[in-house]
């Protein structure tokens, strides 16, 4: 062997090691593409309702939203985490049906 | 989902595209080819994202395309039927020293283009050449009479 490949190490503990570490890697990315296919990273709409005997309310909303999108408002990528998007329906202090939602708000 | 899906016919689109436009002209940058494929993926990405400038959505692309591409070298290797489609054939520009005119007309090269492929790889006649074989990537090998 040559000098300049004197370094080069043959079929190596390494090599193994990386491929398999690739292969992880590459499944991982297809794990996301595919949670992606399915709406797992937003903004797909869901919709909840509140019947009660009086009053029957539905919301249509995404639970997950991606940063810099719209979606009513402009969702600003500072803000990402989880909280509550709850809608409540109120006849002055009576409150007459609720819809409890959380929106999670992705960077 | 809609960002996989255009991730996917983009990737699509660009395979077609460059299988179309040849190989040649793609290895060959001139000035206005690097300005057209800063333009080109402009464009791309301005119909892959379109309003999304979330962190999220260029995760799934990058990552879409990754797959793609893994995917695409994969179907290369896996079935050889699909090679030539996927990734084209080398194409014989001169064989045995004599050129074929033929081969050269369908890849929109020239005899000067050849030439000046030689020199740049220290040949200098082309009469010192038996073979010349444009390869998939673009590039031109040659083998030497000597």
Do not use: C, H
């Amino acid at each position: 062997m040559t000098e300049l490949f004197a370094d080069v190490a043959p079929d190596g503990r390494g090599g193994t090691i990386g491929i398999a570490a690739r292969r992880v890697l590459m499944a991982s990315f297809a794990l996301i593409s595919l949670a992606a296919l399915i709406g797992f990273f937003g903004q797909r709409s869901t919709t909840s309702a509140a019947v009660t005997p009086s009053v029957r309310m539905t919301l249509d909303a995404p639970e997950t939203v991606r940063g810099g999108i719209y979606f009513q408002f402009e969702v600003d990528p500072t803000n990402v985490g989880e909280r509550s998007f709850t809608l409540e329906l109120d006849d002055e202090d009576r409150l007459l049906a609720r819809i409890p939602r959380t929106l999670r708000v992705l960077p | 989902m809609d960002l996989v899906l255009r991730t996917g016919f983009a990737f699509l689109l660009i395979l077609v595209i460059t299988r179309a436009v040849g190989r040649r002209e793609l290895s060959s940058m001139e000035p206005v080819d690097l300005i057209l494929l800063v333009v080109i993926g402009d464009l791309v990405q301005q119909g892959v994202t379109q309003s999304d400038y979330s962190l999220t959505g260029a995760t799934i692309v990058l990552v879409t395309m990754a797959v793609l591409v893994v995917a695409t070298a994969w179907l290369s290797f896996r079935f050889a039927r699909l090679r030539p489609v996927l990734e084209g054939e080398p194409t014989l520009l001169i064989s045995d020293g004599e050129i074929l005119t033929r081969n050269l007309r369908r890849e929109r090269m020239t005899v000067d283009e050849v030439r000046a492929e030689a020199r740049q790889q220290s040949i200098g006649s082309l009469r010192d050449i038996k073979y010349a074989v444009l390869e998939t990537n673009g590039k031109i090998s040659f083998i030497t009479a000597s």
